[in-house]
């Protein structure tokens, strides 16, 4: 059975976040008038949890490994919430997203707001739990054991009817402090406070991360601490690795990294035929079904980047000159300042991640001085969905060690 709340709270959000949402949406208090909407989808008992973990989880990574049990049944809310697209003069929109509340009894909480990878489907994402792996895993570690989990599906994913987004980072920014604030009303609803803010992310989700710990360090929204795995945040490095430098581990599948990018740019940012410059006329249509989501022949997907884009782009000079390649410039959310402890997790044979690029968030910052920002690697053999089921571990048992100092003595 399932239920739709109108959030209405007992009073308007304090004045701070009233300012908060204000520089954070440019003056658009986008919550007036219709509030955030969130309905019951389901509930996994502690049996379903503890098989995630134990069964679920190292059959998706590949990596055997020993997670917390849990200990609580966790109730899964689809919430829907009001939002604005920056890319397009903050028009408003309609986003989706996750709240998985442990059944815990206790009347404060910490959160993780976790952002997901790269995914084909509009339903691998969190408010379709079922569907999607990183989510399961994340609300069994984490809601499992006391910790409120949310997760923005993205503009475009989930039941938002926009086209998708693909590495729009201020769009995926504003999805995702959107569903925080959100996340905020709804708890206030059913009586829970929250206590520390944690960030974590996968992949393109990592890179997400990054971008919104931007966002709310500028907006003085206190995170406790941010980690990811796996996460390429260096848009130009990466892509410019695989066209120039090509390893012999770089998984067909990253082609799905320029496929969804190249489409989403050119909506969001309103450039008719920047996907049309990118790929060779042979392969641009099936390029294009990858993007809407339509069916396709799987022996047909276009996994050689030298088939699929033009010759042109694989010279860096040229790349770096395109409408294309001047978009990919801006998306590197790591130089500024981080005030946040962050830990960076990477794994050595990672098929869509080198290792210097791993690293390279740290590096930067260790060359302003700053030592907030750690690079760890997950071990020598371990590959992409091994590093984020490693990764999920470290995360719980470092944030737990954070929780524990914090509480009161």
């Known amino acids: 059975m399932s239920f739709t709340k109108s959030v209405v709270p007992s009073h308007r959000f304090p004045a701070l976040w009233l300012v908060l949402l204000l520089v954070i949406s440019g003056g658009a208090l986008h919550g007036q008038g219709s509030g955030p909407k969130y309905e019951l989808i389901g509930r996994y008992d502690v049996e379903r949890l503890n098989r995630i973990l134990t069964t679920d989880t190292p059959a998706f990574t590949g990596l055997p490994v020993v997670y917390t049990p849990a200990r609580h049944p966790v109730k899964l809310y689809r919430i829907t919430y009001p939002s604005v697209i920056p890319e397009r003069g903050n028009r408003p929109t309609t986003a989706s997203g996750l709240i998985a509340i442990p059944e815990s009894g206790a009347t404060t909480m910490p959160m993780v707001s976790y952002q997901h990878g790269t995914v084909f489907s509009k339903r691998e994402v969190p408010s379709f739990p079922d569907e999607s792996p990183e989510t399961q895993l994340m609300i069994a570690q984490f809601a499992g054991q006391g910790y409120v989990v949310i997760g923005a599906d993205y503009f475009g994913m989930g039941t938002s009817t926009e086209m998708e987004g693909y590495v729009v980072m201020e769009s995926h920014r504003q999805a995702c402090i959107d569903l925080y604030f959100a996340a905020r009303e709804v708890l206030e609803t059913e009586g829970i406070g929250m ?10 989700g990592g890179v997400v991360t990054m971008a919104l710990l931007e966002k709310l360090e500028s907006a003085g929204i206190p995170v406790r601490a941010a980690a990811t795995a796996s996460a390429q945040c260096d848009a130009r490095v990466m892509l410019n690795g695989f066209l120039s430098f090509p390893r012999k581990i770089d998984a067909p599948w990253v082609s799905a990294m320029f496929i969804l990018s190249a489409f ?19 392969q641009y249509e099936i390029a294009r079904k990858i993007y809407m989501k339509e069916p396709f022949e799987e022996k047909d997907y276009p996994g050689d980047l030298h088939k699929l884009i033009r010759r042109e782009y694989f010279d860096p ?7 294309y390649g001047r978009l990919v410039e801006t998306i590197h959310p790591y130089r500024w300042l981080v005030r946040t402890p962050v830990r960076m997790y990477y794994g050595e044979m990672d098929e869509c991640l080198s290792v210097g690029l791993a690293r390279l968030p ?12 750690q690079a760890i690697s997950a071990g020598p053999e371990i590959n992409h969905r091994g590093t984020f089921g490693h990764a999920a571990r470290e995360w719980k048992s470092w944030f737990d060690r954070l929780c524990a100092e914090a509480a009161p003595k």
């Not at 206590?195 to 393109?204: A, C, K, M, N, P």
């Not at 000079?317 to 409408?323: I, L, N, T």
Request: zero cysteines.
């Open 362 to 373: 740290m590096v930067y910052q260790q060359s302003i001085g700053n030592d907030k920002v």
């Open 317 to 323: 000079q040229y790349f770096a000159d395109s409408a």
């Open 195 to 204: 206590r520390e803010l944690f960030i974590t992310g996968w992949s393109q």
């Open 264 to 282: 989403s740019l050119e909506e969001y940012h309103g450039i008719p035929g920047l996907a049309r410059s990118l790929f060779t006329p042979e």
